[in-house]
Each structure stands twice: as C-alpha cells, then as structure tokens.
C-alpha cells in the first residue's frame, strides 16, 4: 500500500499527448511517518503551534507534534519507520489513487439547492412557494414525516472520496491528479492505493 497526506493548493492544467487535461496540485512537502504498529502507519503533515503534555509525550521520538495526522492500514513494509519522509516520488505516473478530503462546507440550505428540487410553480396567483419543498407528510397514516425525508439542512464539510484518480504528474513536491478534489484551497488531502 502507499499513503500520502498533502495540503490542496489550487488546480490548473496540463497537456499530456496533445490533450488538455485538468488536474489539482497537492502539496506534500513535511509528510512523515509519525507512528508504527503492526500493519497500521501514522502518517503527520505540518507542525502543531500549540500541542498538549500528552501530545509531546505521545511524540516524543518524533521531536514535534504533527498538526494533521491520519492512520492508514495496509502492507506498507518493514523498512517504513518512525521520522521517515514520505515523498511523492512512491507513487508512478499514471497510477490510479483514492482521494479523500473533506467537502466545501455550504451551512444551512433549501431543498433546491441541497436536493435539486424544483420548487413550486411560478404562475397561477402563487405568491411565496417559488422554493418550498411542498407536502411533506402522508396525512392520518403514518401521521408523522418518515425518517431520511430530503429537507433543508446543513449542507457540505462532510469526508468525501473519489476512486481511481490518475497521478498525472510529479513535480518536487507537489503531485498533480487528474479532475477535481474535494474541498477548498487548503484543506488535508488523503491520496492512498488499495492493495
């Protein structure tokens, strides 16, 4: 298995056997191994401004305490070991990858824009239904709104993955996959294999 954690810095393009093809830099400079046990890697990224007793106990060979950290379980091998640098370079051009992050957070929506409702006709002496979801009950039986009933609510800043995404492009320390990733500029990326 191979893991990476980066930081998302924007998107671009690139253009690959006379294609244009769309692709999101990740940056994964300061990407280490900050803990080992058994067939589970933690792997750190950045440092933490402001870390606990505990935490600087916990991450005491290490000497800093990361500021994002992220346990991945699979085969990563013996030679992999606490303080290890993680680079872009273990993954191969052309390689499909999952990608996980966490999504843009909207706050509070209707259920036009969280469901894609239609909303309410626009014509024949309504006044005030344009974006309301309409009936939402069943009347005497059940006599209340089922559960998982599509409403207005918190919408987005949840984790999100996308399968296969194609590593286009390794430059330094920054890797260029293939599409959009979830999230805004700045967000923790996960990019990982499943083997």
């Known amino acids: 298995m191979k893991a990476i954690l980066g930081i998302k810095k924007g998107m671009t393009r690139v253009f690959k056997d006379q294609k244009m093809v769309p692709v999101t830099i990740i940056d994964t400079s300061s990407c280490k191994v900050t803990g080992r ?10 440092e933490k401004k402001k870390a606990t007793k505990a935490e600087l106990g916990t991450y005491k060979d290490l000497k800093y305490v990361p500021r ?36 843009k957070g909207k706050g509070f929506q209707g259920v ?4 894609g409702f239609k909303g309410g006709q626009r014509t ?9 979801p309409g009936s939402i009950g069943a009347g005497t039986d059940p006599g209340r709104v089922w559960k998982g009933k599509k409403m207005g609510g918190r919408m987005g800043g949840k984790t999100q993955t996308f399968r296969d995404r194609e590593v286009v492009g390794i430059n330094d320390q920054y890797l260029l996959i293939s599409g959009p990733v979830p999230g805004s500029n700045g967000t923790l990326v996960s990019i990982y294999t499943k083997e």
């Open 68 to 103: 994002f950290r992220k346990v991945f379980t699979g085969e990563f091998g013996e030679e992999v070991s606490i303080g290890d640098e993680v680079k872009p370079e273990f993954f191969d051009e052309g390689e499909k990858v999952y990608v996980t992050a966490k999504t």
């Open 112 to 115: 036009m824009k969280r469901w």
């Open 124 to 132: 024949h002496g309504q006044s005030d239904r344009l974006r309301a």
């Open 37 to 46: 046990k058994g067939n589970q890697v933690e792997l750190g990224l950045l």
